[in-house]
């Protein structure tokens, strides 16, 4: 039997335009994450198609983990499941909404905080508690990747420092100072370079 292609949530770009696209960070994230959360205004479509797509937006959690002062940064190893950041660092975790993460009725706010509930756990081992808040849009048409793509910063703070990769696709997983990381800046994916520049501005 072949296997069922990924489903992944999208947004038309024409719906990011009406609301005010831009370029960069944006910390208004309710405004927009409420009408983009609206059964009307997302919908699934297969990831293939959507990857190659400007017409439409996937929505992207991308989670900011951070412990006493420093933030958890990793490699994309081999087994990213896009392939056009391999080997770039990152301090953000997350992936794809599909459309095993619906709920019965529709795409809403509840279904998405189990989306991103869901991502951070299949994609780390988190040995304490942690709060966890959307705090920003990342948005990068400079890229064939950002052109496809619009990520939500969430802000991660961990209890203790006990984290693990739990996939195979997260190397070299540790911790650093914004400083430290900033210094590595050309090494980053873009978006990596957006939130840690504007980090200090999400609290």
């Known amino acids: 039997m072949a296997k069922t292609e990924e489903q992944i949530l999208v947004i038309k770009r024409s719906h990011f335009d009406q609301l ?20 009307e205004n997302n919908f699934f479509v297969p990831r293939s198609s959507a990857e190659e797509d400007p017409s439409l937006k996937q929505l992207i959690p991308y989670a900011i983990f951070r412990h006493g002062g420093k933030i958890l940064h990793y490699t994309r190893g081999a087994k990213s499941g896009e392939k056009r950041l391999v080997a770039k660092g990152s ?9 095993t993460d619906e ?8 279904a998405y905080h189990h989306a991103v509930q869901r991502e951070i756990r299949e994609e780390l081992q988190i040995g304490g ?43 070299e997983l540790g911790f650093a100072t914004r400083e430290e990381l900033l210094t590595r800046r050309d090494s980053l994916e873009t978006w990596s370079q957006i939130a840690l520049e504007g980090l200090a501005e999400l609290g």
Not at 20 to 39: A, I, N, P, T, W
Not at 91 to 99: L, P
Request: aromatic share 8%; net charge negative.
């Open 20 to 39: 005010g696209s831009f370029q960069g960070l944006c910390h208004e994230v309710d405004r927009y994450l409420q009408s983009f959360l609206l059964k």
């Open 91 to 99: 301090v953000g975790i997350g992936g794809h909404i599909n459309d």
């Open 103 to 110: 709920s019965l009725f529709s795409f809403d706010q509840s």
């Open 129 to 171: 508690g942690f709060t966890e808040r959307a705090a920003a849009l990342i948005n990068d048409d400079s890229t064939e990747v950002g052109k496809v793509h619009l990520g939500i910063v969430h802000i991660v703070d961990l209890e203790t420092a006990d984290v693990r990769a739990g996939e195979k696709a997260i190397a």
